[in-house]
């Protein structure tokens, strides 16, 4: 995973929590929200999010 991929995962993990934090997002539903605010997060700073997924 590069740099930018790595930033925004971090990014998108802050933003999930906060939304956690205000109740926007349960801790139950967090598989189903994390993936859509990481992908919107890479769209954002130009990365594919694609590609991640069959890195490890």
Do not use: H, W
Not at 21 to 28: D, F, H, N, Q
Request: charged content about 30%; overall charge neutral.
């Amino acid at each position: 995973m590069d740099k930018d991929r790595k930033e925004a995962l971090q990014v998108a993990k802050e933003l999930t929590a906060k939304f956690i934090e205000t109740r926007t997002v349960s801790p139950s539903n967090f598989a189903e929200v994390f993936p859509s605010v990481y992908r919107v997060v890479c769209v954002a700073i130009g990365v594919d999010a694609g590609q991640d997924k069959g890195d490890k």
